[in-house]
């Protein structure tokens, strides 16, 4: 069998552009579960807008209110965009497909992010599309640094595998306890908070962001958001090289886990 590294890609590659046109197939229907980024946006902006009105001021922690309102778009369209792969796990375990799945001629974790692949880009597009009148009317364009932009969407993507890592060792919690929605809902919270979703980490008191800034949760949400409204080269560096350093160690973490609960899964009956 051949398995070069080309194959490989082929064979993923593949997986991801057949879920992409799966997506747009039915793009409307991914279009009205996205329009609620509208309401979020407006509600967002008027609580912003009372804060920044309240203090005074036109910058809080070096983001104008324009900033905040675009930084808050694309924090949204991230963590709104992912695809949900542990709770697909989670449901195949409940209805026994596993054992059909974990057999197939593909690796089981590597078939999830690229399937998914297709169904997130469809989502983050459309968020994007739809939650950006609103930040227009209410702040203008965005201050983007065009040639940052693909320094940003590698952080993105290197973001997106982070949250990957940490989703599926939640997912393979299905094969020893199946029903792993109180793990999800921890992990969303920390997301919520730590990851700068609702709040930039910039706006944290100093000793939460010192904590917040070395765990992974903001390099999936924060680390994107706050390149594509305040880029800089120098934090791009500094946020890729952490970036890299937590996906060694999740991807390591990952690897044994997933044998463990292979192993796990077995004693268990499937």
């Not at 979020?40 to 009105?53: G, R, S």
């Not at 900033?67 to 796990?89: C, P, S």
């Amino acid at each position: 069998m051949n398995v070069s590294l080309p194959n490989v890609m082929r064979k993923y590659g593949t997986i991801t552009l057949t879920n992409l046109q799966n997506q747009l197939a039915y793009v409307w229907d991914a279009a009205s579960r996205s329009v609620m980024i509208m309401l979020f946006m407006f509600i967002f902006v008027q609580l912003w807008t009372a804060v920044y009105e309240n203090q005074d001021t036109a910058t809080i922690a070096g983001l104008t209110l324009a900033n905040t309102i675009w930084y808050f778009l694309f924090a949204e369209m991230v963590e709104l965009g992912k695809f949900r792969h542990d709770q697909t796990i989670s449901e195949e375990v409940k209805d026994g497909s596993i054992a059909y799945t974990l057999v197939r001629p593909y690796n089981y974790l590597a078939y999830h992010f690229a399937n998914g692949l297709g169904e997130t880009a469809v989502k983050m597009v459309l968020i994007f599309l739809l939650g950006a009148p609103v930040a227009l009317y209410f702040a203008g364009l965005p201050t983007v640094y065009l040639p940052g932009l693909p320094a940003t969407l590698l952080v993105l993507l290197l973001g997106l595998l982070i949250d990957f890592c940490l989703a599926s060792m939640i997912g393979l919690m299905a094969f020893v306890m199946e029903d792993t929605f109180s793990l999800r809902l921890i992990y969303q919270k920390l997301i919520f908070i730590l990851g700068g979703l609702l709040i930039p980490l910039d706006f944290l008191p100093g000793w939460l962001q010192n904590i917040a800034r070395v765990l992974p949760f903001n390099l999936t949400t924060y680390a994107p958001a706050k390149l594509f409204v305040a880029f800089s080269w120098a934090q791009f560096g500094h946020l890729l090289a952490w970036q890299i350093g937590w996906l060694a160690v999740l991807s390591l973490l990952l690897w044994r886990q997933y044998r463990w609960a292979a192993r796990r899964l077995a004693v268990n009956g499937g």
